[in-house]
């Protein structure tokens, strides 16, 4: 079964309410309409486009070397002129005009590089431009997967705290008819109470996506988003392939190349002031009253000009090695942008095969768990089963589904980041991008990328699932060694007693409601029972010890049994009284050795049926 399939089927058996919606079209949205819409708005791939704009506007200013200046100048005004030797002041009113033309005809191929350079910065900045197009269109689809994603997860998260108030409500009419215990009732408000914070934590992370995905896309989320399909139809048949495809189409590294030949035109540029400059001159004047002389003056020239700088404190040869070291900085982004392309690429192409697997996984595990939990339900509610049984059910179920939901949209994902780490998305979701001529193969760089950036995939081991089944069956055809009943062990009666002091201090701690000294009893390894986490059941211990006005326990029949050097088994009876409850219990603690002192490592426990003296279960 396809994981989205199997998401839809796992949804729609959870909350039928789901697939019967029938929500109009218009409050509908697929994942190619929403990445389109962040595509078109958002303001980093609008800013890239200006900015190739901008690029492309450039050339013209290159290209204009290639033509005549020409400037026309025109003047009127009054002038005085003193000449010796007769030393007397004429004064007049000079007019005139001009116009010139100035044509290179030769400039060390300045121009001819610059245009190159500028042509390359363009290529640069369309790269640029796709580059963005495609990490935002991948955004956006990480939007719009975490939405369905975390919509998903807060019905599970209702769905959960439906069941947990469910068996609740019954234990509480069980024990306010007297046929219940209030230990079962705690128990099962202690994950009613977790199942509530499940339900505030999902519904905090679906606002957050939400947020996130306004922000990427500029609207809301429709009412109803389609989960997508067919996203595994492009993908590669191997990740050699998949990595051939990136060295053709990934604007990442596209963009890095193009860039060493923009640095390479910038160098070519700086060594044109070694060479002879040539220009074509050409002027004509026209004046009036030309030094005082009334009438007119024309005058015109036609020349070719030949400059060519000597010396100029070594200016030319500093600019030159800087802009050496610019394209060899252009060399080392663009073997970065290698690594870094190959290295996403290859983590994601990883991540869908490694999904795959789990998604298929996870799905029989779901519908394992769900018979599991329907059969303990049934059993529970005839006494064959215990409270902690069906809690511990129901919990793995949410874990179960809470996984397959988690798996399936990091599948989608992975897909596209897949086809993004090619270069490959927009096209594969048949997304229009901003309106730009793509570039011909002649105008791109002729350059290997195979031979820079080598197609090598990370050689890691596949486990042979073959073999480990292999293995597994030759454990089932290895003899049992025969029973043969073991001498009783010489007790160790120092650590005996070490470990009973132990226990005794852990009593008393508790007795005097000091949890700081009873939570030193616990080893850091301690895992509590009941599928709860190490820092609920601090939260929980920590809460009924000081809500009791006066707490008393006493241990019967403490057994102390060693199980080597460093590990220790107790068991016994335990009375413990409060002003708010009393039990009976046969508890059994598991003890290691810390550091030379003795802790609960684990700790387990069944209630008592009868009086105090006797009716306890054996705790195995």
């Known amino acids: 079964m396809k994981p989205n399939a199997f998401l839809v089927l796992l949804?729609?058996?959870?909350?039928?309410?789901?697939?019967?919606?029938?929500?109009?079209?218009?409050?509908?949205?697929?994942?190619?309409?929403?990445?389109?819409?962040?595509?078109?708005?958002?303001?980093?791939?609008?800013?890239?486009?200006?900015?190739?704009?901008?690029?492309?506007e450039e050339i013209g200013v290159g290209r204009g070397g290639y033509f005549p200046r020409v400037d026309f100048t025109a003047g009127t005004g009054r002038e005085s002129l003193e000449q010796a030797p007769s030393s007397t002041t004429n004064k007049y009113t000079r007019s005139g005009y001009g116009l010139s033309l100035n044509q290179i005809l030769f400039d060390g191929f300045a121009t001819r590089n610059e245009v190159r350079r500028l042509d390359k910065a363009r290529l640069v900045r369309y790269y640029e431009l796709l580059d963005a197009s495609e990490a935002v269109a991948l955004e956006a689809s990480r939007a719009y997967l975490d939405v369905l994603r975390y919509r998903f997860l807060v019905n599970l998260a209702e769905d959960n705290y439906v069941q947990h108030k469910a068996t609740h409500e019954q234990l509480l009419r069980r024990t306010q008819s007297g046929?219940?215990?209030?230990?079962?009732?705690?128990?099962?408000?202690?994950?009613?109470?977790?199942?509530?914070?499940?339900?505030?934590?999902?519904?905090a992370n679906l606002h957050d996506v939400t947020a996130r995905y306004q922000r990427i896309v500029n609207s809301q989320p429709p009412s109803v988003i389609?989960?997508?399909?067919?996203?595994?139809?492009?993908?590669?048949?191997?990740?050699?392939?998949?990595?051939?495809?990136l060295y053709k189409k990934n604007p990442t590294l596209l963009a890095a190349v193009e860039n060493t030949e923009a640095a390479q035109s910038e160098l070519d540029v700086r060594r044109a002031a070694y060479s002879p400059k040539l220009d074509l001159r050409a002027r004509t004047d026209s004046t009036d009253n030309y030094l005082g002389a009334k009438g007119e003056r024309n005058y015109t020239v036609g020349e070719l000009v030949v400059s060519f700088n000597l010396f100029n404190g070594g200016a030319d040869r500093a600019r030159e090695k800087q802009y050496i070291e610019r394209k060899n900085l252009s060399l080392d982004l663009r073997e970065k942008a290698c690594r870094d392309t190959r290295?996403?690429?290859?983590?994601?192409?990883?991540?869908?095969?490694?999904?795959?697997?789990?998604?298929?996984?996870?799905?029989?595990?779901?519908?394992?768990?769900?018979?599991?939990?329907?059969?303990?339900?049934?059993?529970?509610?005839?006494?064959?089963?215990?409270?902690?049984?069906?809690?511990?059910?129901?919990?793995e179920l949410l874990s179960a589904r809470r996984n397959a939901v988690n798996a399936d949209s990091d599948l989608s994902l992975a897909y596209l980041r897949t086809y993004a780490g090619m270069g490959t998305l927009l096209e594969h979701l048949g997304l229009q991008k901003l309106d730009t001529p793509t570039p011909e193969a002649k105008e791109l760089a002729q350059v290997d990328l195979a031979e820079l950036c080598p197609n090598e995939t990370a050689g890691v081991p596949v486990p042979d699932r073959e073999a480990l089944n292999a293995r597994a069956m030759a454990q089932l055809q290895v003899k049992p060694v025969p029973f043969v009943p073991a001498a009783s062990p010489v007790a160790a009666p120092v650590a005996d007693s070490e470990v009973l002091s132990r226990v005794k201090g852990w009593a008393a701690a508790w007795a005097a409601k000091d949890y700081n000294a009873y939570s030193g009893f616990y080893a850091p390894t301690f895992t509590p029972d009941g599928g709860l986490s190490r820092e609920d059941w601090a939260q929980l211990r920590r809460s009924r010890i000081s809500t009791r006005e006066h707490i008393n326990v006493e241990l019967q029949d403490v057994n102390v049994r060693m199980e080597g050097a460093d590990r220790a088994r107790v068991s016994f009876r335990q009375i413990y009284q409060?002003?708010?409850?009393?039990?009976?219990?046969?508890?059994?603690?598991?003890?290691?050795?810390v550091g030379g002192k003795w802790l609960i490592n684990r700790e387990s426990s069944v209630p008592c049926g009868g009086s105090t003296t006797g009716g306890c279960k054996s705790v195995k």
């Not at 009732?185 to 505030?200: D, H, M, P, V």
């Not at 389609?226 to 495809?245: C, F, I, R, Y």
Request: proline share 4%.
């Open 343 to 395: 290295q996403t690429l290859a983590i994601a192409y990883n991540d869908v095969a490694r999904l795959r697997e789990q998604a298929t996984a996870l799905a029989t595990q779901v519908s394992l768990l769900e018979k599991t939990r329907d059969a303990y339900r049934d059993q529970f509610n005839v006494g064959q089963r215990t409270l902690l049984d069906l809690l511990d059910t129901e919990n």
């Open 11 to 56: 949804l729609s058996v959870v909350f039928p309410s789901l697939g019967h919606s029938a929500p109009s079209s218009e409050a509908q949205g697929t994942l190619k309409e929403i990445a389109q819409k962040a595509v078109l708005n958002s303001p980093e791939v609008t800013s890239k486009w200006h900015n190739y704009k901008a690029a492309e």
């Open 578 to 593: 409060s002003n708010r409850y009393n039990d009976t219990t046969q508890k059994a603690l598991e003890m290691i050795l």
């Open 179 to 203: 046929v219940g215990r209030r230990v079962d009732l705690e128990q099962a408000g202690s994950r009613l109470a977790l199942a509530e914070i499940n339900l505030t934590t999902e519904t």
């Open 226 to 245: 389609v989960p997508p399909s067919q996203v595994s139809s492009g993908l590669p048949a191997s990740q050699k392939a998949a990595l051939d495809v």
